[in-house]
């Protein structure tokens, strides 16, 4: 390498140095080879090259080979000819070297420049400021890391802004009781962040909370001891009353607040283009509350001229609530109510619409009372003509007052009809089936049925556009039924009807509306294609149902087994279950009805053999000169375990016959009373429900029939009447008939009885809550005397039949098929109302209590001993039996 660079001078100056320092590193120089290796780098700086050299030159260009190779190897690794100002590099080599450089660690490649700094040959002024910025970067980073090494540990950010808004508050403080007026330094003192005034506050409601509890405290303990620490708690300081006060909590919301600040508020809207003569109300996205329970959550029904619907559902499922708002008497909480006019005229027969009768008037003073304002006409010319009969002649401006008054009131009561209201009240007279010499009969003269002629002849006297009937056939027999069937069939008026009487809304309705879980569904169609309509779909709904589980527990069971060797994949299908859960696809799961109440009477205490005698009894209702007889010489014996349902028509004195047994009213001649020992009776009145406080709650009203029951013996009891939760704190007035009705039953429960005495106990109750009545009833070890117009009812309970006919007590020693099969009249009647898929009357069961109460023996042995019927169970067995 020196002998092909031996020309340049600079070249030459570095081989030598180069060479120099080898030799002086080598261990086995002596002083004499260190003095010729001096020589031989001032030969090469100045002088000709020494014969070594020399010779070495020679060596190496006798091989052209050698030569070649060496030359295109220190083309290619040797970068030193950048050093040589005479030669610069080659536009190649520079390529070469910035690759390298940019290689490089920047640091490193920043120190390597600072190393190579030269006066002959300066930086570039980018180098240099990077080099600066480097060197000052890591100059701060020492010093920081010096300080941190001295300096003691700090708190968090937290507690340090915590701390110095506590010791600014403190500084402010003892500068304003230095300084009151000192307003002016205020400005200029640090103030306080978001944040620091945020941690500030709840330190403060933190320790005013502490010292609240702490005063709430000694104040319990000063109580205990008698007072004997007040004083001593009102020394220390006032800390107790000067403690600041505890933020008062905000009230909880109730979930019907929630949904009428969320939601938009319920309307009122009238159909745009309606033609004449044609009405129509709807529910479009019903919904409401009250307090914490949602009644109705999404209804959308409605009717229109020539529909006769059906509302139906269990108790409690808001039938009567619907018709209220259907009628205007209550605003839901959200949805709207469409009318087909404004001014749509809607009547409703209320459940409790005998309460409304007047007992005292006659039946046309009770049909006139319908028309409130025009009856105010009629007063005010009444009083009218009263004051211009007394007002003398001498006053003529009073008189032409009086006389212009009526003249008004004339032209009022022409407009209104008033003159024609006489022959609008005996057309409905005539309508209900009443006679003339009948309406100047009392309200209270007329039986159960019969006043349910008078409610409904009351409603149809207001001329509505859409009928509203609740429950409507309580109280009536089969030939009330049979005639309010044949009458509303001949009406033209739109109609929603809420029953339980499922052969009654077979015979009207032309569509059925099911209230269930908070909405509603329409079927098409009478009673019996409701029930199999609802049916199919219920089990379709079912169906697809299971099907979606399935595939979603095998999509879960894919997920579950691949959740470590797929990540990827299992969150894909994570994310498209979650989303499909969340679609309108996703079928829901189908309503459960829950279960039914179920409930047992109190064991009965024992009982003599006889019970009650009804002897020579003869009664009757007298009014003015007319007398309405009922009994005629008649009798009947009650006896120990006899099940006996009175029937017969409305008005024949079948709840008349109960009260006086009972004592309630007084006899005419005879006697009826209760002659047994030890009997103790529970009577369930007509009218059971409506005599319950609606201002109470419901365990309120418990507690108070209760006579020595504990708190939680009459929850369990109230739970056995699906009375649960929340539910016990609501209102009697808030509750449906049917639940009404089931808090009757349940104060009756609280006390033992061996003789139970029902009116009419089914009335507002539903299917499946009569259904649990029956089997009670049926478990029960004493005495029953029953009435009722539900034939099923009857023939799954009575034992005995009662029956008023022609004024007397005929006794059937038989069931209720029994004395169908009697009369082939009433049996065709019956049995051409039955509905298709629903049981037939049939002979009532009978359960062997004493089997029941009767515990069986055990002789010891295995549980399993007695079970074992198969003669041939077992290898054996089976061989032997085999053989012979």
Known sequence: FFSKHRHRPTMRLVCSLLLLQLLLEAEAFTPASRSAAFGVVQASTSGPYPSWFQQADDAQSSSALYAKKKQKKDLVTIDLDAFDDDEPMSLKDKKKAEKAAKKKDPKTAALEALDAFDDDEPMSLKDQKKAEKLQMKEQKQQEAAAAAAAAPEKPSGKDAALQRALDLEAADDARQADQPDAGAADDQQPKLSKKELKALKKKQDKQAAKDEAKAAKKAARAAEMGGEGDEAAGSEDGAATDAPPVPEQKERLTLEEKIRKNRPPPRIRVMESAQPGFSNLRLEGVGITFR?????????????????????????????????????????????????????????????????????????????????EENAILQELRDSEKELETIGTDDAD????????????????????????ESRVKKVLDLMGFTDDEGEDLVASFSGGWKMRIGLGKVLLQDPNILLLDEPTNHLDLESVEWLE???????????????????????????????????????????????LKKSRLDAWQASYNAQEKKIKEERTWISKFKIKQPQAVKQRIAKLEKFQKSDDYVKKPPFLGKPFKFRFPDAPRLSPEVAAIKHLSHAYRNGETENKLFDDVE???????????????????????????????????????????????????????????????????????????????????????????????????????????????????????????????????????????????????????ISHDRYFISKVATTIVAIEDKKLIKYQGDYKFYMDRSNKMKEKIEARYLKGVDRIGSAPVVDLEALQKPKANFGGAKTAGLVTRKDKGVKNAKRNQMK
């Open 398 to 421: 009073r008189m032409q007052q009086i006389l212009d008054n009526m003249q008004d009131l004339q032209n009022k009561a022409e407009n209104k009809g008033v003159y024609a209201l």
């Open 636 to 786: 009947l014996f009650v006896e120990k375990g006899d099940r006996i349902a009175v029937v017969g028509p409305n008005g024949s004195g079948k709840s008349t016959l109960l009260r006086l047994m009972l004592d309630k009213e007084e006899i005419d001649e005879g006697s009826a009373e209760i002659i047994g020992q030890n009997v103790l009776s529970n009577y369930f009145e007509q009218n059971q429900a409506d005599a319950l406080d609606l201002e109470k709650t419901v365990i309120q009203t418990v507690q108070g029939a209760s006579i020595d029951q504990s708190y939680n013996e009459l929850r369990a009891l109230l739970g056995q009447f699906i009375f649960k939760g929340d539910a016990v704190e609501k209102k009697v007035k808030f509750l449906s008939g049917g639940e009404k009705a089931r808090l009757s039953l349940c104060c009756m429960m609280l006390r033992p009885a061996n003789l139970l005495i029902l009116d009419e106990p089914t009335n507002h109750l539903d299917i499946p809550a009569k259904e649990m009545l029956e089997e009670a009833l049926q478990h029960f070890s004493g005495s029953v005397m029953v």
């Open 486 to 532: 044949e009458f509303l069939r001949q009406q033209n008026i739109p109609m929603i009807i809420v029953s339980h009487d499922r052969e009654f809304l077979d015979q009207v309705c032309t569509k059925i509306v099911d209230a269930e879980g908070g909405i509603c569904t329409e079927y098409d169609g009478n009673y019996s294609r409701f029930m199999g």
């Open 292 to 372: 914490d329970q949602e009644v109705l959550k999404d209804v959308t029904w409605g009717v229109q001229t020539g529909d006769r619907i059906g509302l139906v559902g269990a108790n409690g499922a808001g039938k009567t609530t619907q018709l209220r708002i259907l009628a205007g008497e209550l605003e839901p909480t959200t949805g709207d109510v469409v009318k087909s006019s404004k001014d749509l005229r809607v009547a409703m027969l209320r459940q409790e619409f005998v309460d409304e009768l007047i007992k005292t008037r006659t039946l046309k003073e009770e049909f006139m009372a319908v028309f409130v």
